[in-house]
C-alpha cells in the first residue's frame, strides 16, 4: 500500500502541514508511521480532511467533527444533528441578508450624516444587543 508523507498530503489536501500535526494530536487523523522523520498517512486521510473543512465552513467544532468519525476514520454522521445545523445555517442566512439589506440602506441613505439615519441607529442598537448576547454565550460556556 502507498502511503502519503506529510507534505504530499499537505499540497493535496491544502491544509498546511502544522495543521495536520495538531489535526493528529488531537485525534481527528492519524498517521500510520514514519519515514525518516516525514509522517506517513493512508491516503483514505485526504478524504477525512476534505470531511474536516466542510464540517468546519458549516460551523462544527473540531471536538463535534472528530464524534463524526469512527474508531476506524469512516464517517459516521448523525442526520437529526445535520438538520439541527442545516437550520442553523438557514437562520444565520436570514440574519446575514437583514444586514446586508440594513448596511445598503445605510450606504444609500439620504440622510446628510448616518447618526441621523434612523435606520442605522437601529443597526447600532442592534449590533449592541448583539455583541452583549454573545459576551454572555461565552461566559456561560
Known sequence: ??????????KQSGV???????YEEIGLIQSV???????????????????????KMAGFSLGEIK????KDGSPQLSRPELHLRAD???????GLRRLRDAIRHVADCPAE???????????????SRS?????????AR
Open 1 to 10: 500500500m502507498e502511503f502519503l508523507d506529510i507534505g504530499t498530503l499537505s
Open 16 to 22: 498546511p502541514p502544522s495543521t495536520l500535526r495538531y
Open 33 to 55: 508511521g514514519r519515514h525518516g522523520l516525514r509522517r506517513q498517512f493512508d491516503r483514505p486521510v485526504v478524504m477525512q480532511l476534505a470531511l474536516i473543512s466542510l464540517g
Open 67 to 70: 464524534g463524526m468519525f469512527a
Open 88 to 94: 442553523a445555517l438557514d437562520e444565520q442566512i436570514r
Open 113 to 127: 450624516t448616518h447618526m441621523e439615519c434612523p435606520k442605522f441607529k437601529r443597526l447600532m442598537a442592534f449590533a
Open 131 to 139: 455583541a452583549s448576547h454573545h459576551r454572555q454565550k461565552d461566559r
